[in-house]
Every structure is written in structure tokens, then in C-alpha cells.
């Protein structure tokens, strides 16, 4: 048996969707859903979805960052553990879908594993993190780095914006903060992490397929740009004589556009913030500052990409006599998914009569922060419109049944494999 039979498969579709929206009415926002990490609807979350857990059969438990765990144990003690699972947290007025529904969907494989009977050589764990989206302490992935032994200290100290610092929060939910290094997994008890989520992006409709399996986490840089030049009287100089910012800026922008427009593996690069200095109507503009994302699947991609707009940005400062300054504000490098599971997940879309187009994630997810420990998998579900962290974030409910029959078949396929290894 690789696939599912198809009322079981909707019925466990549609309670993984009702119970999104079961969570989505845990909010310490009103009328709208937000839960951070470490809040009291953090904690009512991990409660409700623990319960769920164990109506599965599974042994539950909360890690020492506070995030949820579920073991369907495997009849070998010894076996290693395929871990399956997203987040739990979102950002404030948020949709009911993004993190959640991953988890949701661990949890009815597990209930199908049990129902079923399956004789899984691994154990079974699906885990809720407890904060991918870093919206509190300005710092994300916590649940997940922390797996990863990645779970740096000097984060205890950063404060929320009501002054809580992560310490005393951590205090107040019931965690021992200085104990977070146990929270780190054995990489040598771990098979893989898969992690099935909403896509958040508008590719999967453009190309009007249900599901996508993921290639790679895209790598981003960030930069503050600056271009100053001479601020001026608008009336009395000669445009001969100028060192107009925002001209330079404006030029830039587009010249920006058109070398991610020209990249053949998907970068993106964008423009977010011009400022404008000194900012009046009737004076040209001395200082400009422009924000730069550029984001691509592969760290080769980016540095090329980076390094044109670079050259670019000189070549025009130069010829409009401008100095400028670079101030990068972030680095991540690119995550690549495991091809071993990649291939997986892709015979399952077979198995299930679906296509498997492969994409790119332009956004970030716990998966990455997992990466450095073991091989990891993405199974990307339609999102209608490209739209997530926002109230309009959906899914249909036909994409979700696939999801979890995808899901589900890969599991199997997984558990012939280990079996035999
Ligand atoms: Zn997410």
C-alpha cells in the first residue's frame, strides 16, 4: 500500500484544516490572529495541539525553548527519527495557514501511520517550533536553531517591546533558560526533516499546479546604499552643474531590476526604502539612501548578481560625480534540499497522479536552521493569490487532501527504504 484510500484521506485532510482554523481563534490580538513565542496563547497552543498529539498515540513532550513534540515510537527502539513538522508562531494578524497547517499534517500521518498500522523503522516525531517568524525578540528561528545547537546566549538578553527580556519570559512560561543546549538533537539519531508548507508566493497558481517540491532555500543579502552628491538652490542651479542624488537613485533602481530581470536561476532583487535627503520640494537632493534584498538559490548566483549591481552603482555614481557608500545589513547563505528527498517526494506526486514542479523558497523556514544536522525535504501547497502573513492567506481544501496523500505515500516509500538499509 502507497497510497491512500481517498475518503481517509479527505477525512484527515478536513480535521487538519478545521483544526488551523481551532488555532487561529488563539490570538493575543482581537480580531485577528497573532502568537509569539513565549506569550500565554503560546503556551494554550502547545496544550490544545499536544492533546492532538496524543490522541494520535503519540508520546508528547515540550523541549527545554519551548517547542512541541510528538514520538510515534517505532517498534525498534534504535531506530533513527524522521522528523516532520513546521511552526507554530505567526506574525501579528496573520493568516491561519502559514507553519500551522505543516504541523497539522505531521500530525494526521502519524494518526495514519497508527490507524493503519503501519510498521514505520523509524520513529515518527513531528514537532511544533515554537518561533520561526522572530516577530518578539527581533531574532528568528529560535526553536529551530536551537535543535541545532545554534542557540546563542546573548539572545537571553534582547528584550520585547514591553522591555521583557527572552530570559525572564522564558522565566515566566515555565522553561529553565540557561538549560537551552539540551534542546540540540544527536545529528546521529536523525534520518531527515520534511516540512510541508504554504508556498507564500504566487508560482504554484501561475502554473496552476496544486504542489511543488522545493529545491532550495533561497541565500539573501541585504544593503543600506547611499549616493551623496551636492544639495542646491532648485531655482538657481544650472543643471550642467549639478550632483543630483536622486537622479543617481532613481537610475540605479532601475538598473537594479534589470540585472535580477536578466539572471537566468530565478534571483530577485528589490528596492524597498528610498530616502530622500535634505527632502524639500524646491532643494536637489544631496543624499539619497535606497535598501537592497537580493535574494538566489545558490550563494554563486548571488555573489554574481551582488557584484554586478556593485559595479553598476559605481559605473553610476562616477558619471554623475557622486560618491557612495555600502552598509550591508544581513547575510544568509543559501540551504539546498536533500536531491535523495527531492526524488522522493516527486515519486510520490507520481504515485498520487499529481505533477511535481520544483521551485525555490525565496523565504526562509525552520528548515534551513535544521539543515547544518541533517538532510532535509520541502513539499510547497498552493497559496491562492501569493498570499501569506496577512488575514487573506488561504488554501483549497483540494490542495491540502493532495498535500497529505503526497505525504503520506512518501512515508511509505521512506519506510520500504529504511527497512531495507
Ligand atoms: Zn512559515
Request: hydrophobic fraction near 45%; include cysteine; charged fraction near 20%.
Amino acid at each position: 500500500m502507497t497510497t491512500l484510500n481517498p475518503d481517509l484521506a479527505n477525512t484527515h485532510a478536513a480535521r487538519a484544516l478545521l483544526r488551523c482554523k481551532t488555532l487561529s481563534a488563539i490570538s493575543q490580538m482581537q480580531g485577528g490572529i497573532h502568537r509569539e513565542y513565549l506569550s500565554k496563547e503560546h503556551q494554550a497552543c502547545n496544550k490544545i495541539v499536544g492533546q492532538w498529539m496524543n490522541d494520535a498515540d503519540m508520546q508528547t513532550w515540550q523541549d527545554e525553548v519551548g517547542n512541541l513534540w510528538g514520538s510515534l515510537r517505532s517498534s525498534n527502539p534504535n531506530a533513527k527519527r524522521l522528523i516532520i513538522g513546521s511552526h507554530l508562531d505567526t506574525v501579528p494578524n496573520a493568516g491561519a495557514y502559514d507553519g500551522i497547517l505543516g504541523v497539522m499534517l505531521a500530525i494526521e500521518l502519524a494518526a495514519l501511520a497508527k490507524q493503519l498500522n503501519l510498521d514505520l523503522p523509524f520513529h515518527l516525531d513531528v514537532v511544533g517550533f515554537c518561533d520561526e517568524e522572530g516577530t518578539r525578540f527581533a531574532t528568528t528561528l529560535i526553536g529551530s536553531k536551537a535543535l541545532a545547537n545554534e542557540f546563542n546566549p546573548s539572545w537571553l538578553a534582547i528584550t520585547d517591546t514591553q522591555g521583557m527580556s527572552m530570559r525572564q519570559a522564558m522565566l515566566d512560561f515555565g522553561l529553565q533558560p540557561d538549560d537551552f543546549a539540551k534542546a540540540a538533537l544527536n545529528p546521529d539519531e536523525i534520518l531527515a526533516y520534511w516540512e510541508a508548507h504554504i508556498e507564500q508566493g504566487p508560482v504554484l497558481e501561475s502554473v496552476d499546479q496544486a504542489l511543488g517540491v522545493v529545491t532550495a532555500i533561497a541565500g539573501a543579502k541585504r544593503a543600506m546604499i547611499t549616493l551623496t552628491g551636492h544639495s542646491g538652490h532648485a531655482g538657481t542651479t544650472p543643471m550642467n552643474l549639478r550632483q543630483d542624488s536622486v537622479t543617481a537613485a532613481a537610475e540605479l533602481v532601475i538598473a537594479i531590476e534589470k540585472l535580477a530581470n536578466d539572471c537566468k536561476n530565478g534571483e530577485v532583487a528589490t528596492v524597498g526604502q528610498v530616502h530622500v535627503r535634505p527632502g524639500a520640494t524646491n532643494v536637489i537632493a544631496g543624499k539619497t539612501t535606497i535598501s537592497l534584498d537580493a535574494r538566489a538559490q545558490s550563494d554563486n548566483d548571488l555573489a554574481d548578481l551582488i557584484s554586478n549591481i556593485e559595479s553598476t552603482a559605481e559605473k553610476i555614481a562616477k558619471q554623475r560625480n557622486l560618491t557612495i557608500q555600502w552598509q550591508w545589513t544581513h547575510a544568509a547563505e543559501a540551504v539546498q534540499c536533500d536531491s535523495y528527498i527531492q526524488a522522493l517526494f516527486s515519486q510520490a506526486c507520481t504515485l498520487n497522479q499529481e505533477n511535481s514542479p520544483f521551485l525555490a523558497s525565496g523565504a526562509g523556514h525552520d528548515a534551513m536552521a535544521i539543515a547544518p544536522i541533517c538532510p532535509i525535504g520541502m513539499l510547497f501547497i498552493r497559496s491562492p493569490g501569493g498570499i501569506s502573513h496577512h488575514p487573506a492567506e488561504a488554501v483549497i481544501d483540494e490542495d491540502v487532501t493532495k498535500a497529505l496523500n503526497v505525504m503520506f505515500s512518501a512515508l511509505v516509500l521512506q519506510a520500504n527504504k529504511s527497512s531495507k538499509d
